[in-house]
T-cell receptor, first 114, second 114 residues
Framework: KNQVEQSPQSLIILEGKNCTLQ??????????LRWYKQDTGRGPVSLTI?????NTKSNGRYTATLDADTKQSSLHITASQLSDSASYIC?????????????FGRGTQLTVWP | EADIYQTPRYLVIGTGKKITLECSQT?????MYWYQQDPGMELHLIHY???????EKGDLSSESTVSRIRTEHFPLTLESARPSHTSQYLC?????????????FGPGTRLTVL
């Protein structure tokens, strides 16, 4: 069964600290992996997208890694800010059909305290 | 910031009422989607459209219906709302299919059925 598991479920850190969020997936075949940020009461916004051949991708203070062999990805946030408080969702796409389909994780709820 | 809009943002109605959730995008995207999201849970695809006059049901069974008469407009209708329909509804659009292209999400409609 294709699944996307994220950990931790929730995380609280102090402003200025770094943190790493994890995503494990069993989706096969694999096309790409995206990380989305979803602020409370808003729709998700794409942060990064990685294909099979990419190991690392950065977007400002966000750095995503991908290990396609172990089917693991991480999202590292550097020097956290209060505005980083949000849910971070890992989304994996397969290529099993012509247009593919998406598998969503439940997200990690990050809270940054001053 | 994505040019995709949803109205209303919040809706509280009584059981048995007919409602329509509006979604429109100004990016000219062919592909549009409706997702349902409960707190702390993953997004579930309930409807999608790959172009005008094309609509399909998603992975999660839903009593709602959709229409796609214009490229920019993808409304979702519930003929008779029930408390079980209480949820957040997110609309999204993309240029290509979900595997190939990033989806841009609207801000969502929070529906409460009493």
């Amino acid at each position: 069964k294709n699944q996307v598991e994220q950990s931790p479920q929730s995380l609280i850190i102090l402003e200025g600290k770094n943190c790493t969020l994890q995503c494990n997936y069993t989706v096969s075949p694999f096309s790409n992996l995206r990380w989305y940020k979803q602020d409370t009461g808003r729709g998700p916004v794409s942060l990064t997208i990685m294909t099979f051949s990419e190991n690392t991708k950065s977007n400002g203070r966000y750095t995503a890694t991908l290990d396609a062999d172990t089917k693991q990805s991480s999202l590292h946030i550097t020097a956290s800010q209060l505005s980083d408080s949000a849910s971070y969702i890992c989304v994996v796409s397969d290529r099993g059909s012509t247009l593919g389909r998406l598998y969503f994780g439940r997200g990690t709820q990050l809270t940054v305290w001053p | 910031e994505a040019d995709i809009y949803q109205t209303p943002r919040y809706l509280v109605i009584g059981t048995g009422k007919k409602i329509t959730l509006e979604c429109s995008q100004t990016m000219g995207h062919d592909k549009m989607y409706w997702y349902q999201q409960d707190p702390g849970m993953e997004l579930h695809l309930i409807h999608y459209s790959y172009g005008v006059n094309s609509t399909e049901k998603g992975d999660l069974s839903s009593e709602s219906t959709v229409s796609r008469i214009r490229t920019e407009h993808f409304p979702l209708t519930l003929e008779s709302a029930r408390p079980s329909h209480t949820s957040q509804y997110l609309c999204a659009s993309s240029v290509g299919g979900p595997s190939a292209d990033t989806q841009y999400f609207g801000p969502g409609t929070r529906l409460t059925v009493l």
